[in-house]
Nanobody
């Protein structure tokens, strides 16, 4: 069994910072591509950032220069450092990961999400 667990969400004032974590646990052989998504109330889910196992990253235009995605492969954990937060960043943030387990089965897993609320 593989699980993704997000943490680090909460309430922060505009201009503040938060760091989200996405930890993969279970019968893991390797964690490949990991992405952070967010979904605001009444809006569609959008891709925020992604990172390859080797470290290559990509970002949504709306967060470039403010958010940083990075990973610790030894811990099977990916982080999203969010700085200069704006009220429009308020959303439920979820991570997804492409995982190969010890039985060499490959699939995409999703976490349940963590709420980020930015007050103006």
């Amino acid at each position: 069994q593989v699980q993704l667990v997000e943490s680090g969400g909460g309430l922060v004032q505009a201009g503040g910072s938060l760091r989200l974590s996405c930890a993969a646990t279970g019968n893991i052989y390797i964690v490949n591509y990991v992405e952070w998504y967010r979904q605001a109330p009444g809006a569609q889910r959008e891709l925020v950032a992604g990172i390859l196992r080797g470290g290559r990253t990509n970002y949504a235009d709306s967060v470039k220069g403010r958010f940083t995605i990075y990973r610790e492969n030894a811990k099977n954990t990916v982080y999203l450092q969010m700085n200069s937060l704006k009220s429009e960043d308020t959303a439920v943030y979820s991570c997804s990961a492409d995982v190969i387990d010890m039985a060499t089965r490959r699939r995409t897993y999703w976490g349940k999400g963590t709420l980020v609320t930015v007050s103006s």
